[in-house]
């Protein structure tokens, strides 16, 4: 019987001496996500395709052939991300991740380092503060005052929601006592109605709008540095959620240097000027970049207490969140998307933005369709909801280490009723509805390994609670490596050529330290990558 790779080179007219292939891995244990053949031991390579998948391809090695043995290695598809932020994570490679950081005190240290070391009046900016970790208390701008009253301090919130900004900061952006909360965003202020520090959702922009752009070099700097680390984690596709136009431009010449190891499915950020141009044009595809895809955002997030709800939050009863994208505006441009080729992706937290954006998009779609729109996070939703998803063919794009670091405080936020349907992905699945996963780095860290674990044990690192948060929401492992891959994907349109090792599709693999179906669930963050292939090229390689 001929190799099957010979009787596609037959199907296609493509001579057979075309058919060695470049490189043959072999003794493997390639897990496909092919559930027409899910297990191999040899892929075959030729240019940036895989050629053949099967046990023993040595009918395809020439003399030009490299035969790479791995001894047994796991091989899986390259990991897809489908919802992250590449800039942010590029910045947050330049300066110090706060996140873990437990004290105020600490913080206030890490800003007073940063000021020493830069001329007065210069801005001092961080990311991933969270007040959960010393209990719930917002910070206030005092304490950054008393350590660079000099300078204007902003430093935004783990979830990019709030952000905390010193005195001089606030006195730069015009804020007093007299400020009136802008639409979709909120001054929190103190019991004598003074402004504390902390901006909620659109109230950043009175800030941030005051801190100097950055340059087109420091951009393209940053996105290259974020792809690379990419690279080094496993990840070979990024859905960037909320591109500019620099930063499409930057991607465009990185890629033209060939200095760019990652595949990226920008969405355009907000109905702006760059949204309308590419709905004149329509999308653009590529290998390496493709912008067919728009960004919107209904509501703010739970941590932060800016998620959309219908009922106020169990804890905090004077408040039901914001919505920042009225249902109107979404099917409006939903409309326009659908006509032109456009996805649209719709950050959705609380119940009432998810059910905003589910009517906008029905109104828009009318029933089953193949327009794959997407609800970003999709992370409360009312119980009679999930099904809208399944009937306009829905997509929910997940975070599935979002539920693990929320669990410690969701149900105080929601209550028992509204938790039920919160990172409720089992409802997702078992209705049909496609569930894409993904980090929302660098909200949360890039290793997609962690959202792997996450995914199928609903576990903290330590492996607690026992049986998992909301076990019955669990993905089987299986699906979690599915959600990471094909799902992703299929989420882009682009099932064909990415998310899976079959004959056709791009080169896109990883080489394992361990195996990531087998090894004990606490062991499986800490699996490393021995090498990334990003069309058919080593990308990254365990030094
Ligand atoms: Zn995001």
Known sequence: MLPIVALLAVALGIPAAAQTADFIIENANIYTVNPGQPKARSLAVKADKIVAVGNDLSSLAGPQTRRINLHGATVIPGLIDAHAHLRGLGGLLESRDLRHVATIAEIAAYVQQQAAGKPAGEWVIGRNWDQTNWGGKFPAAADLDAVAADRPVFLTRVDGHAGWANTRALTLAGITNQTPDPPGGKIVRDAQGKATGILVDRAQGLVRSKIPPSTFAQIKRQLELAARECARLGLTGVHDAGVSRDDLQAYRELIREGKFPLRVWAMIGGDGPLWREFAERGPEIGDFLTVRSIKLVADG???????????????????????????????????????????????????????????????????????????????????????????????????????????????????????????????????????????????????????????????????????????????????????????????????????????????????????????????????????????????????
């Open 301 to 543: 997030a739970l941590g932060s207490r800016g998620a959309a709800l219908w009922q106020p939050y169990s804890d905090d009863k004077s408040n039901s969140g914001l919505m920042l994208t009225s249902r109107e505006d979404i099917e409006r441009i939903a409309r326009v998307a659908a006509a032109k080729g456009f996805q649209v992706c719709t950050h959705a937290i609380g119940d009432r933005a998810n059910r905003t954006v589910l009517d906008a998009y029905s109104a828009a779609l009318g029933g089953k369709n193949e327009k794959r729109f997407r609800v970003e996070h999709a992370q409360v939703i009312s119980l009679p909801d999930f099904k809208t998803f399944a009937d306009n063919s829905i997509i929910a794009s997940v975070q599935s280490t979002h539920a693990t670091s929320d669990m410690r405080w969701a149900a105080a936020r929601l209550g028992p009723d509204r938790v039920a349907g919160a990172y409720a992905w089992r409802r997702f699945l078992n209705l049909g509805i496609p569930v894409a996963n993904g980090s929302d780095f660098p909200v949360e860290e890039p290793n997609p390994m962690l959202g792997l674990y996450a995914a199928f044990t609903r576990q903290d690192a330590q492996g607690q609670p026992p049986q998992g948060w909301m076990a019955d929401q669990k993905m089987t492992r299986q699906e979690a490596l599915e959600s990471w891959t094909l799902s992703g994907a299929y989420a882009a349109f682009e099932e064909k050529v990415k998310g899976s090792i079959e004959p056709g599709k791009f080169a896109d693999f990883l080489v394992l330290d361990r195996d990531v179906m087998t090894v004990p669930p606490l062991e499986l963050p800490a699996i490393r990558i021995k090498a990334t292939y990003l069309g058919g090229k080593a990308v990254y390689q365990t030094p």
